[in-house]
Nanobody, 122 residues
């Protein structure tokens, strides 16, 4: 599967951004999707994930209540990350990922898209 992320940019603290990740090459509705981020000098960390059906979502504690992951299986083969109330500590390169080995969310991912930069100014 090929993943193409977009939607990053520069925003002031308290602002919002919506990231998108378009998947191609395999039936999109058959696998979980996730978002990760990596800040300069830090390890990549999990941000959010969504089940193949979209019925279950998982979040990093620090983004709960601010970020929402969703997906459009019907038409756009796209997973979204709506980010509200952004903070400077959310600044990072954000990556989308897919686990094409299973229907069920396990926390493991085997396909990765290129990153999109999110910068939150104070």
């Amino acid at each position: 599967v090929q993943l193409q992320a977009s939607g990053g940019g520069l925003v002031q603290a308290g602002g919002s951004l919506r990231l998108s990740c378009v998947a191609s090459g395999r039936t999109f509705s058959s696998y979980p999707m996730g978002w990760f981020r990596q800040a300069p000098g830090k390890e990549r960390e999990f941000v959010a994930a969504i089940s193949w059906s979209g019925n279950s979502a998982y979040y990093l504690d620090s983004v709960k209540g601010r970020f929402t992951v969703s997906r459009d299986n019907a038409a756009k083969n796209t997973v979204y990350l709506q980010m509200n109330s952004l903070k400077p500590e959310d600044t990072a390169v954000y990556y989308c990922a897919a686990d094409t080995s299973t229907y069920y969310y396990t926390g493991d991912f085997d396909s990765w898209g290129q990153g999109t930069q999110v910068t939150v100014s104070s």
